[in-house]
């Protein structure tokens, strides 16, 4: 839920159109009734990541839930980028900055991935879902970024589309720099999908750059010359891309972004 009194978004999953009516569940009502002090009739946006957004007002309020009324269509749904961030788990607090971060940048796909040296093994997947959630209702977009469970770097490649590129931010310097990839990444007609795999406090073993490396679709890219915290690592390389093919770029935007 967002928390901005001007523009309080909720996402919701059913379908949106004119005159329907959405239950909220009981967090939700909690929210808008008690911690935003929302009464009935009072004024909302919401958004199903399929629908567009839409103006609704509140129908019901009570301890176990409410209900909205849906009224007119505020914007039409836009195509959010297609960037998958792959990211080695890391601690608590990194990780949900990760989560919201990555989707107020516009990640579609948060996947995190257990590398040799990953310390954070066990994901509160639920948790970093919610987090998603909140901020794509807080930046405004009009879509929540999956959130895989967690995989190992192995089973992270099984099945992977042969068309999507993977940027693997690689510490030790190996890779060529970030700017220059996407540069030449944009240059190509399509523009093809992209990942970004960033790996843990601990880094990733020399054993597992060197499979990543033998990969086609990988190319292994430098983040300048410091070593940046692995959240800097994924929300400057999101960033980059953004800024270079996504939709921070006029064109970018017009084609797709919010
Ligand atoms: N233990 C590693 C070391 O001291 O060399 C540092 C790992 S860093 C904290 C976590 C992750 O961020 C790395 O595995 C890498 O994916 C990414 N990263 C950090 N700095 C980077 C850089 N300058 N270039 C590319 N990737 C970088």
Not at 2 to 24: H, M, P, W, Y
Not at 149 to 178: K, Y
């Amino acid at each position: 839920m967002s928390r901005n009194a001007d523009k309080l978004r909720l996402f919701v999953e059913c379908g949106l159109v004119a005159g329907a009516c959405v239950t909220i569940d009981r967090a939700q009502a909690h929210y808008l009734g008690h911690v935003m002090r929302r009464g009935i009739g009072d004024p909302l946006l919401v958004f199903n990541g399929r629908d567009g957004e839409w103006r609704a007002r509140v129908d019901a309020l009570g301890k176990g839930g409410g209900a909205l009324i849906v009224h007119e269509a505020t914007r039409a749904q836009s195509r959010d980028s297609d960037l998958w961030v792959l990211f080695a788990p890391v601690k608590r607090t990194p990780i949900d900055r990760i989560a919201r971060e990555a989707t107020t940048l516009g990640a579609s796909r948060l996947a995190p991935v257990l590398t040799r040296h990953t310390v954070a093994r066990r994901i509160n997947t639920a948790r970093l879902r919610a987090n998603a959630r909140e901020a794509a209702e807080q930046c405004g977009r009009l879509s929540v970024p999956e959130v895989a469970n967690p995989v190992s770097l192995t089973a992270a490649f099984e099945a992977w589309p042969a068309e999507r590129r993977l940027l693997v931010a690689d510490e030790t310097g190996a890779g060529r720099a970030i700017a220059d990839v996407l540069i030449a990444l944009g240059r190509e007609d399509p523009v093809p999908p992209s990942a970004i795999l960033t790996g843990p406090e601990g880094g990733f073993e020399a054993g597992e750059l060197d499979a990543l490396g033998d990969l086609p679709f990988v190319i292994r890219v430098r983040l300048g010359p410091r070593i940046l915290r692995a959240e800097t690592a994924v929300l400057s390389a999101l960033a980059c891309w953004q800024a270079l093919i996504g939709d921070w770029r006029e064109e970018g935007a017009a084609a797709g972004g919010r």
